[in-house]
Every structure is written in structure tokens, then in C-alpha cells.
């Protein structure tokens, strides 16, 4: 016997429609630690509304995120915190890094901050400005949507084959031994490099 | 401000040689040896009624032209009936920095001399719990003071790092 279709009846794959629901549902988990965190808010709120691309549910739990969304410069003291909200997302998730700070230390490349969150946790999308517009986020987040709607599976078997590490290596040498030193009177030792 | 009445009271107890003091626009400072530092500041406090310690702070003077000793730890004390403001200051030298504690006279001296053991590892006698306050519990020098290099011993990198095959 055959089976008769009705008109509500549809042939896809799995894959197709886990990456269509979840793109279209990317919910942020706004880790906002600076001035990133208000242009986050500026996106969030009427004017620019990423709920028109689904990312409207800020959610304070981590349980219930698919993108953690880095904004701002991060501390040292903050790298456990924000390597522990990143293992509690539950998979699938991504995570983009907001901003000049987040991606590389920014103007703060000091002792207390980290340069570039990407030594710490993965990275899927890097969004460059100090702060970055809106609008650069909202871009962001629709180049997450085409990666999800691209390469994304089922169970996630995406990640699964990423078993390397895929941040840059951690400097070896942070500064050389005669910029080590900077004294009062003398601060020109720190940027001898650049009067030459 | 006229500071008279009080310096006076300083002399009659100290000496006119046993502190000196200095003038910078409408700031009075005093600058005592690190032996008299806490008899002076209870003398202050019991005596001239500077009840409040506005803050205390460190002078790293490693390579600064015409200095004789290395750290400068700094006492702003307010008097808040008459508005009287002072800056008290000792100075101190490796291989141990230690200044007595404040902490029995202010108790508001806990967590500021905290944060200048945490900044330049001056170390204060008698403090109840002097640990780190703003570095995190396993950093290993003390980053305001001037031979640390602008941009770390690498103390950023020691913490794991995870890759995404482990999240």
C-alpha cells in the first residue's frame, strides 16, 4: 500500500534543519566586562535589534547559550570565570570575540590583561573596532549564521574533528631584556625601538 | 590650612630634628624615619584629631634622580572636625621593605596596605591578614615596582588553555 502524502509534507536532511533552527536562534551569552558591553546593549536594544536575526534572548545562564559573546578587555583574574561559563554552554556553541580588547589586549597590554582571549578559549568570529558599531556585531553574527548554516551537523561532529588546538601560540618571549626596564626620566627605554 | 598648632605638638614630642617637612602648593608634608613612623601617626591621630586615614599609598624611586632610598610609603591623614589635611611619609629599602602596621590606629589601613603589598611588596608589621588584594593568589612579583617590565613575566600565559575538541 502507498503512502499518500498530503500537501503538508516536506523531504530534507537532519542536518539542514538543525542548522536552520539554530542559526536563526543563535542566543548570546553577553560576557561584557567594558565599553563593548554598552555597543552589545545598543545592538540588542530597538534601534538595532539583533532579534531580527534571532539573537534577541540574552540569557544570564550559560545553560541555556549557543554564543558566548566576549566584550571587552579581560583580566587575568577573569580567565578561570570566563573559562568556566565557556565549559558550561552546552554544545553546540560558539563564541565571538568583540572588540580590539577581547581579540588581542587592545590598548591594555599590561601586566593584569590578557592579549587576545583566543589563548584561553576558541574563537569562532573576531569583530575588530574599539568599540565595534552595532552594526559590525550584527555582521558578525550573520557570518556565524552562514558558517552554522554551512558546516554545521546533527550532533556536532564539526567540532569533534578539531582535535588540535586552534588559537595562536602564547608568546614566547613577551618583551626583549632592554625593554624590560623602564625608570622615570628615562621612559624612552621602553619605545627605543620606534626612535631609531 | 595653618598646620602651626599641630606641627608644634609634633616638635614638642619628637624634636625639632626628628621628622622635617616640606611644602608643595597647599599639600604639608612630613617625612619621618620608618623607626618613629607609627608613634608619630598615633601622635597624630590622639593628639591632633586626624581620625581618618584618606589613604596610603607607595612611591617606587628605583633610578630616580637624587634618591636615596627606594620606597616611599605615603600616609594621607584628614582630620574631620577641622579639615585639616597632612601627608606623612617614610621611606623604606630592600631586600625587606617593612613599615609597621597602621592597622591598630585605622582600621580602614587593612585593605589599602594590602593593595600596597600586593602593588610593591613593602611588607606591614602587625597587619591582621596581609595578602594579595588585587593580583591573583598565585602571582609571583609585585607589578607597580620599577624594575618590572611594562609588560609582564609572562604570568599572563600560565593559565590552561582549552582547545575546542576539550569544550
Redesign the interface.
Known amino acids: 500500500m502507498a503512502i499518500k502524502p498530503n500537501e503538508n509534507f516536506l523531504i530534507t536532511k537532519l542536518d539542514w534543519v538543525a542548522n536552520y533552527v539554530r542559526a536563526n536562534s543563535l542566543w548570546p551569552m553577553p560576557f561584557a566586562t567594558a565599553c563593548c558591553g554598552i555597543e552589545l546593549m545598543a545592538a540588542a536594544s530597538s534601534r538595532y535589534d539583533i532579534a531580527r536575526f534571532g539573537s534577541e534572548a540574552m540569557r544570564f545562564s550559560p545553560r541555556q547559550c549557543d554564543v558566548m559573546i566576549v566584550a571587552g578587555r579581560v583580566v ?2 577573569m ?2 570565570v570566563m ?1 568556566r561559563i ?2 558550561q554552554m552546552p554544545e553546540p ?1 560558539w563564541c565571538i570575540s568583540m572588540g580590539a580588547c577581547a581579540s588581542s589586549g587592545g590598548v591594555f ?7 587576545g582571549i583566543d ?4 574563537v569562532d568570529i573576531y569583530v575588530p573596532g574599539c568599540p565595534p558599531r552595532p552594526e559590525q556585531l550584527i555582521r558578525s553574527i550573520m557570518d556565524l549564521q552562514d558558517r552554522v548554516k554551512a558546516t554545521g551537523t546533527m550532533f556536532g561532529s564539526e ?2 574533528e ?6 595562536p601560540r ?2 614566547g ?3 626583549t631584556p632592554s ?8 621612559y624612552q627605554t ?1 619605545t627605543q625601538e620606534w626612535n631609531r | 590650612m595653618n598646620h602651626e598648632p599641630t606641627l608644634s605638638k609634633l616638635r614638642d614630642k619628637f624634636g625639632a630634628d626628628g621628622f622635617t617637612t616640606s611644602q608643595f602648593r597647599d599639600n604639608t608634608r612630613i617625612v619621618v624615619a620608618v623607626e618613629k613612623i607609627f608613634d608619630l601617626l598615633q601622635h597624630l591621630k590622639d593628639q591632633s584629631g586626624f581620625d581618618m586615614l584618606a589613604d596610603v599609598t607607595a612611591v617606587d624611586y ?4 637624587n634618591a636615596a632610598d627606594r620606597y616611599g610609603v605615603i600616609y594621607c591623614l584628614t582630620n574631620t572636625t577641622t579639615g585639616e589635611r597632612l601627608v606623612v611619609k617614610t621611606f623604606v629599602n630592600d631586600p625587606e621593605p617593612t613599615v609597621p602596621s597602621a592597622f591598630p590606629l585605622w582600621k580602614g589601613a587593612d585593605w589599602m596596605e594590602r593593595e600596597v603589598y600586593d602593588m610593591f611588596g613593602v611588607v606591614f608589621e602587625g597587619h591582621p591578614d596581609l595578602r594579595r588584594i588585587l ?2 593568589e598565585g ?1 609571583a612579583s609585585f ?1 607597580l615596582r ?12 600560565n ?7 576539550e ?1
Open positions: 587575568m583574574k580567565v578561570p573559562q565557556w565549559l556553541k597590554d599590561t601586566y593584569a590583561v590578557v592579549q589563548r584561553f578559549i576558541p567540532f569533534k578539531r582535535t588540535a588546538s586552534d588559537r602564547a608568546l618571549l613577551e618583551v625593554e624590560q626596564m623602564v625608570s622615570p626620566g628615562d621602553s | 628605583l633610578h630616580y634622580p593580583m591573583p602571582f607589578p620599577k624594575d618590572y617590565p611594562l609588560r609582564g613575566r609572562m604570568e599572563r600565559h593559565f590552561p588553555s582549552i582547545p575546542r575538541s569544550s
